[in-house]
């Protein structure tokens, strides 16, 4: 059964949503490839499980006090989006890969494009960090949740990490 809550952010409100006890997804408002409202299941109260766990882990990210996060996901996709996805979570606090070195690191160097598309997917923002994948030149390109909230993470990361 899936549930959903939603929670305040220095990003705006985020909503979390989950299945079986595992997130499944957290989505911006405004954001690309956002699923329906009607995906997201019944409003549950934030102190369920999930749910308690990550607006913890997230309200001390944004606190810049944790680097990392420590949850139950369960992100459905396709092999290529998986391993995308999976790659994305090896990307340091703080630090920003291009999407072609992202592409090279899941063994596939000539899709850097197609690592775009997937990363753009990703159905867990900011805990699966595709804000930290930049175009070759070092330069802010497209983040599904807008390149505003895109340079406030980095910001926020680099500040934390004393970058």
């Not at 330069?139 to 505003?148: D, F, N, R, V, W």
Request: charged share 20%; net charge negative; hydrophobic share 35%.
């Amino acid at each position: 059964m899936r549930t959903h809550t939603v929670t305040d952010s220095p990003c705006g409100p985020l909503t979390l949503v989950a299945e079986d006890g595992e997130l499944t997804g957290l989505y911006m408002t405004e954001q690309r490839h956002r699923p329906g409202e009607e995906t997201f299941g019944e409003r549950a109260d934030a102190s369920e499980a999930p749910f308690a766990a990550a607006i913890a882990q997230l309200t001390a990210y944004f606190a810049g006090e944790r680097t990392d996060f420590d949850l139950p996901l369960k992100m459905t996709g396709t092999a290529f989006q998986q391993r995308v996805w999976k790659e994305l979570q090896a990307i340091p606090y703080g630090e920003t890969i291009s999407y072609g070195e992202l592409a090279e690191r899941i063994g596939n160097p000539a899709a850097s494009r197609a690592v775009g598309l997937a990363n753009g997917k990703n159905p867990i923002g900011v805990i699966v960090p595709c804000h930290r994948v930049v175009g070759a030149n070092g330069s802010m390109t497209g983040y599904g949740g807008g390149l505003e909230r895109k340079q406030l993470l980095l910001a926020l990361e680099q500040e934390a990490a004393g970058s």
